[in-house]
């Protein structure tokens, strides 16, 4: 229980992180074309966040189901 309970901790955090990487990459793109160059770093940023989250919930998901 312990292990859920510290995953369930760590999916908030990581949902706190992909929300902010996703208001960043909104917020890039209505300056654009002001900041065209950091795009790609962004984007980075919030699919990396996203991953890291998706993982973090599947690993809930098998440790509820067993």
């Given at each position: 229980?312990?292990?859920?309970?510290?995953?369930k901790a760590?999916?908030?955090k990581?949902?706190?992180?992909?929300?902010q990487a996703k208001m960043d990459l909104h917020d890039l793109s209505e300056d654009l074309p002001?900041?065209?160059e950091?795009?790609?770093a962004v984007a980075l940023a919030?699919?990396?966040a996203h991953v890291?989250?998706?993982?973090?919930?599947a690993k809930l998901a098998?440790?509820?189901?067993a």
């Open positions: 229980m312990a292990d859920i309970d510290t995953l760590e999916i908030k990581l949902n706190a992180r992909a929300t002001t900041g065209w950091r795009i790609p919030a699919h990396e890291a989250l998706t993982e973090a919930r098998a440790l509820a189901a």
